[in-house]
């Protein structure tokens, strides 16, 4: 079972970004998914940069994934896309079906989480295309999952998302923008203000959501380390940890612990809740609403 870490979803500076990837180049991951996939006015980093990152990560071992934009907007971002598909060099994440279909003929692609692939033949779908694997949608159960995988295509890998906020939708509509009585192209980028997004609560106070541009998220952050050993007991071939503005490297290195028996969950979990930025939940692998936690 490899361990991998998922694109970074919020708006952070380039010396950020580089500081945080060279801390993640000595971590135990092994496969690391690059891009931006949120919002495409985040112009800290460049394609080149991106592709310059991919470079020296790649020199440094990992399996580098370049990710492309979950929801296109214009001809510009389609234009992005298909640089991103036809790069020739590093493998790539499908996250919206037009995507998928530019792969077809191009080597093997991840399909990423927001392909919304819940059975075998929608499976077999983008595996006719060229994907060899497929991350599993956020809010599939393990049930499902243990329904699923003894069909999935030949050669076909899983991948699950085992810690971090949960992306629940997106919109045209920029959200953080609006919070600050912005326009949405003219919103100042406000979200380099909120390294881990902008949390929303009820009337009551309750933490509820999260704002990350167009994007929504849950407030609490999802966290399966007390499933990797189910996972490995499935034949899961892959756990997805999502990156956080702080204590990456660290929680990697617990979720690796884990993995290779060197750590007990029970344990983990204690390690990681003093560096979680919110309460956690697993409802959705349990079959539960997402927000709930099942010890």
Request: aromatic content about 10%; overall charge negative.
């Amino acid at each position: 079972m490899k361990l991998a870490l998922a694109p970074v979803q919020y708006y952070w500076t380039k010396d950020k970004l580089r500081a945080f990837y060279e801390a993640i180049a000595d971590s135990p991951v092994d496969i690391i998914y690059l891009g931006e996939t949120v919002c495409s006015r985040r112009h800290e980093m460049r394609e080149s940069d991106w592709f310059e990152l991919a470079e020296k990560l790649s020199g440094a071992g990992k399996e580098v994934v370049l990710s492309t934009q979950v929801l296109l907007e214009s001809g510009a971002h389609l234009n992005a896309m298909h640089r991103i598909v036809e790069n020739g060099q590093f493998m790539v994440e499908a996250n919206d079906m037009g995507a998928a279909g530019l792969l077809e003929g191009k080597g093997p692609f991840v399909a990423g989480p927001h392909l919304n692939l819940y059975n075998p033949e929608a499976l077999q779908i983008v595996a006719d295309l060229g994907a060899i694997r497929w991350v599993m949608p956020f809010e599939m159960s393990c049930a499902h999952l243990r329904q699923m995988l003894p069909f999935l295509p030949t050669q076909m890998q899983s991948e699950v998302f085992a810690y971090g906020r949960l992306p629940l939708a997106y919109s045209a509509r920029c959200f953080t923008a609006r919070y600050h009585n912005l326009q949405k192209d003219d919103c100042g980028f406000r979200c380099l203000e909120y390294p881990d997004g902008l949390p929303v609560q009820t009337r009551e106070g309750q933490p509820f959501l999260l704002f990350n541009g167009i994007q929504t998220q849950s407030a609490k952050v999802y966290n399966l380390i007390c499933e990797v050993k189910q996972m490995k007991s499935l034949g899961v071939d892959v756990i997805r940890v999502a990156p956080q503005s702080d204590y990456m490297p660290e929680i990697i290195g617990i979720f690796k612990q884990v993995m290779d028996d060197q750590l007990s969950p029970a344990e983990g979990v204690a390690v990681i809740q003093s560096w979680m930025p919110g309460e956690p939940c697993n409802g959705y692998w349990q079959g539960l609403p997402g927000m709930d936690w099942k010890a």
